[in-house]
């Protein structure tokens, strides 16, 4: 098993700073938007929500943010539903916004890295956060996923889809030494209607194709 590092400071940093949540945005004390979530990514969601919910099992979402994935998990029913969420901020309005009152639901307001080796498996996995490292959660994600079950996560183009999803592909089939013994990989195309702000630092607005993630375990 990989052992997980300690949380980056980038990420710590984060979780110190004030962020302001709003309908369509997250903001950070400096008023950037950009890299948090935004409402416009809500369709990526929704069918991503729909891939790990495929069989209305036992979920978890790793960051919560504005609660979209979230939301369109609720939808699907799941037998239970675990959120992970670091930041104060929106640990505060979950709390605010009757997450922790949902019966089937268990909110654990943690950084993951601190919590990773004592969850239970998963029949399905989302993960998007903010400023941190996936790679040490790419590492041991096979160990929380039931068989058969499904990890996807938010598939940022950074600008060239093709380049980021052969990037992310190497990342998952290459980045352990059993990942890709224990994962089969795939991608599930999507074509984004919605319009996409310009000047985002990290998405084009004329990208309109992404691609999902879908890592079975075997």
């Not at 916004?97 to 498996?121: A, S, T």
Request: with cysteine.
């Amino acid at each position: 098993m990989h052992k997980v590092t300690d949380i980056p400071d980038h990420q710590q940093s984060y979780f110190n700073r004030k962020i302001e949540i709003k309908d369509d945005v997250i903001l950070d004390s400096n008023g950037y938007a950009e890299d948090i979530m935004m409402e416009w990514e809500r369709e990526i969601m929704r069918d991503g929500a729909a891939i790990v919910s495929h069989n209305q099992g036992d979920i978890l979402n790793v960051g919560f943010g504005m609660g979209i994935v979230d939301s369109y998990i609720e939808e699907h029913r799941p037998r239970t539903h675990w959120i992970i969420e670091g930041h104060p901020d929106v640990q505060r309005k979950m709390i605010a916004d009757g997450w922790l009152q949902k019966p089937h639901v268990r909110c654990i307001f943690k950084p993951w890295q601190e919590v990773i080796y004592n969850l239970p498996k998963f029949d399905g996995i989302y993960f998007d956060t903010w400023d941190d490292d996936q790679s040490d959660f790419d590492r041991n994600v096979h160990n929380i996923l039931k068989e058969d079950g499904r990890f996807c996560f938010f598939n940022n183009p950074d600008q060239s889809p093709r380049y980021r999803q052969e990037s992310d592909f190497y990342i998952l089939e290459k980045h352990s030494d059993v990942l890709g013994k224990e994962l089969n990989i795939t991608f599930q195309h999507q074509k984004i209607e919605t319009d996409i702000p310009e000047g985002l630092d990290y998405w084009a607005s004329t990208t309109k194709d992404y691609h999902h993630p879908i890592c079975i375990r075997k």
